[in-house]
C-alpha cells in the first residue's frame, strides 16, 4: 500500500477543530415512548441533519457486556459502571482499523496488541509522531481515558545504531505517551515504555488487574 495512501485512510478526525457548523431543526413531536430504545432506534428519532452521523455508530462500544445483544437498562434505570474488556476492545478496534495497515490481535500471554509499520509512525531518526500514528492512537484514547479504562504498554523501535539507537526508540515510546496525555489519557495508564525489536510500534492494552 503506498504510504499518501495509507495516510488518507488513517487521517486522523477533527470533530471539534474544522468540521464545520451543523444546523438543527426541531424534531418533529415524537410518538409514545417504547421501553429499551436502542441507539439506532434513537438515531432514528434525531433530525435529518444528524443522521448521516448515526450510520457509523457501532451498537457496541467496548463496554462489558455491551456487545449489541441482550436486554438493555430500561428508561430511568441507572447504567452499570462501565468497565472496558479487552474482548469488547478488540472487537471494537478491530472494526475501527480494518483495511488498514495496523495489526489488532492478542498475545500469547492474554494481552491485546496493536502493532503499526514504522513507516507510518515517525520520520527517519526523529520521535515525533506522525499524522498515521496519531490516527490510531486516537482510536485507542476512548479504551484508556476512562476511569474504568485498560492499561497500556509502548513498545518503539529504532532505526539508529548503538546507545543512541536506544535512547531514540525510548524517546518515540514517550511521544507516543505524551500524545496520549494530550488527548486526556492520565500517565498512569501508561505502565510501561520500551523498546520494538520489530520495526513497527507495538500497543499492548491491559486489564486493569493485569
Known sequence: MHPDATDRTLAPQHPDGDAPALRFEPPAPLPPAAPGPTRRGICALLPAAVLAGCAGVPEGDGYEGDDGQGPRPGPGAPKPPPRRTLASEQRRLAKALEGTPVGVARTADGLLQLTVPLDFCFEPRRSAVRPP??????????????????????????????????????????????????????????????????????????????
Open 133 to 210: 500514528l496519531a490516527a490510531v492512537l486516537d482510536r485507542v484514547v476512548p479504551g484508556v481515558r476512562e476511569p474504568q479504562g485498560l492499561r497500556l504498554r509502548v513498545r518503539a523501535p529504532s532505526d539508529a545504531e548503538g546507545a543512541g539507537g536506544e535512547r531514540l526508540a525510548l524517546d518515540r515510546a514517550a511521544s507516543v505517551r505524551d500524545y496520549l496525555a494530550a488527548k486526556g489519557v492520565p500517565p498512569v495508564r501508561v505502565l510501561q515504555l520500551g523498546r520494538s525489536d520489530a520495526a513497527q510500534v507495538e500497543l499492548l492494552l491491559s486489564e486493569r488487574s493485569t
